[in-house]
């Protein structure tokens, strides 16, 4: 049944070590990836630049502006004199917020009729647009709870308060949500690759023609490609999360053990996969073409970008045959959580599940008769 | 026409066709083609380039299903018990298809595991092979740094190392520089010589000279079968009351065209700077004059038997005109 597993290894590990310039490349790809995307994510939204048009200038209305620049989100870049400067501000592109202060902030603030701060928000960045928008409205509610406080005296405290506290990611950092995904997504699809190319790159050069005419079985030729690029893989994750670990500061709050044990199993599945595609393909091309096909869903459906529980059902059911989706549970669980064996092996089981079903499937469907 | 050396199947028999068929889609590789090869033959296996010998061959190593037709080899059934063929053969495939970026050693010890060779026997058999094919002083040399005939006798050797009865070869000269090429040939004669079985593609006709069998595969179709003398002997390429004469004359092309003029010609072929003539017999004295009156004094005749080529020719245009009429 394993006839001939031995001796494709062996020939494998030699391919790999023959060309230190390849495997280099297999281990750098990854990280530049996980740098470069890292970097992109990074959704925290801070000093957005920021011009003010403040007709006022008194005490309060200088106040109003600290408030806004005290939260963090806004960095005063200018100020404007006019509605078409502040306007024309935003088109340009040079800032996302305008502010502008009413001549009269100061006089309707005493006498305790409503005033009216103008935020304008560039739209066409929406989540920075969101940050703005957010922020404006906190502002302008707590400003208003204090006036509101003093005008009518006495109350010094409030009467609700809501407390809200993020677990595991108390600064809200996206990099914590997003890298330990984006180290699912980058190895999803490098590490499928790998296989992908090592069969087909044999039909290209002929060699396989020569492989099906001895008596290797199906099963020595898959495993015998599956093992050695298993090692691979293990080093490109060891690389990848060494990477997240040092460059973008997400600490690995759970156990290292369990991260070791479903890291291998999503390697077994992915590597399968690759082996999968290697029998629908002819050529390297036709196999990165094929790879797309997972690629896609594995960054929009798995959960890595957007959450999965809002999707309609038949694209909800699509990220859920995605290998990816439960390694990144899976990461997020053990990296962020430090979440117990119990809420993470469903998650694993479902993935050697999958790997099983798949590399039976691949090594059904490999034939050693030519089309 | 279908003609072979015997028609029953001998207790020898290591290759048996029938009526063996390959489509690829509408197109009919292989046409119902037969073949009754023995122990101990070099069987040549000639044809023009996409006549089907590379999918015949391919059938025959159970690498392509036939769609009609069957073939055993040592008895073993190429579409039902491929793996069992598979053990009993060595194949080496047109294009160099060994691993480049590993050494001699490498692809040799590669091909010792895949086939399964005892752990403790390898060394002794991989050396049994280089030292057959020579190749011991390029060891460590990487395949795709030898040069063609090299490159060859490494297929040769790793196709060799589980000691096959039968090796299929899909036309090992081609591309290798003469020397390599002849030296190879005596290789496959000292391996024939030892029982193998040799089933060799060429569209090489000096190499199709040295087979001890031949068969002819033109336009999907297996022509004609037999040993060299039986072909060269066949009535279809000199028909009874005819010679074949070789002529030398200047201006041998012109000379040509003016030859098929003759009604006593029934066919003419250049061969470098002679012209071989099918004439009537009879008429040999009677082609130098006329050509002398045509302007071409000064040719010379002389009788010559068939040649090989003259076979595959004169057989292929008997075919085209045999389709054109269809
Ligand atoms: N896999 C294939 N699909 C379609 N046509 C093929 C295939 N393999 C071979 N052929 C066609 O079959 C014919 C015979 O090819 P081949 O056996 O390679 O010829 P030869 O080896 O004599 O040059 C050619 O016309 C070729 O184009
Ligand atoms: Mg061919």
Redesign the pocket.
Known sequence: MFRGLYAIIYKETRHILRDPKTLFLMLLIPMLELTIFGYAVNLDVKNIPTVVYNLDGREPSRKLVDAFVNTGYFTVVGTAHSDAGMYGAIVAGNVKVGIKIPPDFTDTLVTGTTTKVQVLIDGSDSTSALQALNTSNAIAFGQSIKILSRVVGGVTEMPLEVRPRILFNPDMKTANFMIPGLVGVILQVVIMLLTAFAIVREKEQGTLEQLMVTPVSRLGLILGKLVPYGFVGICESISVLFLMRTLFQVQIAGNILYLAGFTLIFLFTTLSLGLLISTFTDNQIQALQFSFLILLPSFLLSGFMFPQETMPAIIYWIGQVVPATYFIRILRGIILRDAPLEALWHSGLILACMGVCIITLATLRFRKT?? | MMRKESATISSSTIIKAEGLTRR??D?T??DHVDLDIEQGDIFGFL??????????I?MLCGLLRPSQGRATILGNDVQHNSEAVKRSIGYMS?QFSLYGDLSVMENLKFYAGIYGIPRKERPARINEVIDIVGIGEYRRQLAMRLSGGWKQRLALACALVHRPKLMFL??PTAGIDPVARRDLWNLLFDLAGQGITFFV?THYMDEAERCSHIGY?YF?KLIVCGTPGDLKRLPEVTPEGAVRLELRCPRIAAAMRCLNTFDYVLDATIFADVVHVLAQEGYEKQIVDDLGRHGFPGATVHPIPATLEDVFVTLSRKRAKENGRV
Request: charge should be neutral; aromatic fraction near 8%.
């Open positions: 030519l089309a | 690829f889609g197109f590789a292989v044809g023009p380039n996409g006549s089907g010998k590379t999918t015949v391919r047109q899909d036309e593609s595969i999907s």
